[in-house]
């Protein structure tokens, strides 16, 4: 008998490579039924594919989801294809160099920045609105309105916040330093947040039940305390969070060591255990008070 109810292909049929990157099951759903991405990823299914194979040899599963969140979803084709194009010509070091991402735009002479910023926008606050409720606030201001006040690094700022449901934990964060505090000053505060690092990965509903509120709250501030110092300390403690050493780092803000996770090499984060880790940082705290 002809079965007339064929089930609908589920995220992982549709997009086998890419849903290894896609744990967020309303992303999936969204995605499964967004018309204009099943065009984009059909017209270039080969060249995300290979993209995304050669991005796992060089680069952790937390860093593709950023470029597919970022590059992938937001880019119209024709900077995607030049995204992808010019990373596969890259040689195998290059490939490992996130400035790369950083700098696309700049290489890209051909493309008008301003049409490029306003399309990405656009693509991010549609995206922003499927997600919002409309009754989101920081301080006493509506998200709506900071989110119409920010500029497209601190609206996907704002968006990574409210996509990964921490928006709750911002507000306890920050409550005391917000409620009275107008558009503008928020808008500079968010920027402030988004320049140091201090994003959704830190900021972060699953981090604060790891470390608990007590030991959170004055943790987050400590790392508030020095713009420069501070972008050093915020990216290895989201290196330590990514691959949740939450011990190590209770232990860090345990003996005061904090201040000095800045000087933990890339390499040592990812070879060393938190016996050395702490050792190291021990001694370079006496090392530098003797």
Partial sequence: MLNIFKKKPTFEQSYPIISNYIEDDNLKKKLLNDEEFKRKYSS???????FIKELS??????????IFNLEILLL?????VDLIVGYLNLNEVDKSNKEYFI???????????EAKEKDEIEVLTNRYN???????????????????????????????????????VFNNLFKENLEDKDLEEISKFIHYLNYIGLDYVIINKDVCAEIGDETYIPFIYNLMTN????????????????????????????????????????????????????????????????
């Fill in 103 to 113: 700098d696309f735009n700049k290489k890209c002479e051909h493309v008008d920045l």
């Fill in 227 to 290: 713009a420069e110092k501070s972008k050093k300390i915020i990216k290895n403690m989201k290196s330590l969070i990514e691959t949740k050493r939450y011990n190590l780092i209770m232990r860090m803000i345990t003996n005061n060591l904090v201040s000095k996770v800045s000087s933990i090499k890339n390499d040592e984060i990812n070879e060393l255990n938190d016996k050395e880790i702490m050792e190291g940082l021990i001694k370079r705290k006496y090392k530098r008070a003797s």
């Fill in 57 to 66: 040899k060089h680069y952790d599963k937390e860093y593709i989801i950023e």
């Fill in 130 to 168: 499927e997600i919002k409720n409309g009754n989101e606030v920081i301080g006493n201001i509506k998200l709506d309105l900071i989110y119409d006040n920010l500029d497209l690094n601190d609206k996907k700022y704002i968006f990574n916040i409210l996509n990964n449901n921490s928006l709750v």
């Fill in 44 to 50: 270039n299914e080969y060249s995300i594919n290979i």
């Fill in 76 to 80: 119209n084709d024709e900077l995607l």
